[in-house]
């Protein structure tokens, strides 16, 4: 699976983006995929996911903010944010794993990554 992040750009505070993830390959329907993000001088932290089986998850402390999609048809991977915070600034990345039973919010368990947008959130 290769994937392209795109959507990034810079917005104020409590607008709102729109990220999409356009994946090409034949295994993208048994996939997980997955948002990260990596704030400068952080690690890589999760966003949220959308399964294979439909399933989402998300991270705690984004969940209301933040809504995955996914469309196995287009093969494109969207993450909408609103309320956008100064501390949702960092470089967005989705990831693809390969078939797997459980979600998994680690960013090792994902073997396939785009090379990021950058998302800026001014106070």
């Known amino acids: 699976v290769q994937l392209q992040a795109s959507g990034g750009g810079l917005v104020q505070a409590g607008g709102s983006l729109r990220l999409s993830c356009a994946a090409s390959?034949?295994?993208?329907?048994?996939?997980?995929t997955a948002w990260f993000r990596q704030a400068a001088g952080k690690g890589r932290e999760f966003v949220a996911v959308?399964?294979?089986?439909?399933?989402?998850l998300y991270e705690e402390s984004v969940e209301a903010r933040v809504t995955i999609s996914r469309d196995n048809a287009k093969k494109t991977v969207i993450l909408q944010m609103d309320m956008l915070k100064p501390e949702d600034t960092a470089v967005y990345y989705c990831?693809?794993?390969?078939?797997?039973?459980?979600?998994?919010?680690?960013?090792?368990?994902?073997?396939?990554w785009g090379q990021g947008t950058q998302v800026t959130v001014s106070s």
């Open positions: 959308a399964r294979r089986t439909g399933d989402k």
């Open positions: 990831a693809a794993s390969s078939y797997r039973l459980r979600a998994s919010m680690r960013p090792g368990d994902y073997e396939y």
């Open positions: 390959g034949r295994t993208f329907s048994s996939s997980d």
